[in-house]
């Protein structure tokens, strides 16, 4: 839906830009943000042609990988099962408050 708004502006801009230019693409690439932005776009472009190939090209690597990250996330789910809940407080001696006893001043005032 936004192709079809966007899209006849961006292809009167582009015609203005080359008129401008005198037909030169290398305008694209004077400014920083146009280059940054045409690299990116050549990226996910590319990606969908390169993926296949990488997978083809190293099995071996992309399985060891597979198999150490599953390795991994198992050791840490274990590790989680076996912890106490975070926020658990251990309390020895009845769960008293640390601190001078007391109940002793009580007794002697009487």
Not at 6 to 30: K, N
Not at 59 to 77: F, I, K, L, T
Not at 93 to 102: A, I, M, Q
């Amino acid at each position: 839906m936004i192709a079809l708004v966007l899209g006849p502006l961006a292809e009167e801009t582009l015609r203005q830009t080359m008129v401008i230019s005198g037909g030169d693409l290398t305008i694209f690439l004077q400014r920083t943000t146009s280059m940054w932005l045409l690299i990116a776009i050549a990226a996910l472009l590319l990606i969908p042609v390169v993926a296949p190939l990488l997978k083809t090209a190293f099995p071996v690597r992309m399985q060891e990988v597979g198999r150490s990250r599953r390795a991994q996330n198992r050791q840490e789910d274990t590790d989680e099962s076996t912890r106490e809940p975070e926020g658990a407080e251990v309390t020895i001696g009845g769960g008293e408050p640390d601190g001078p006893d007391r109940s002793g001043d009580e007794a002697g005032r009487g």
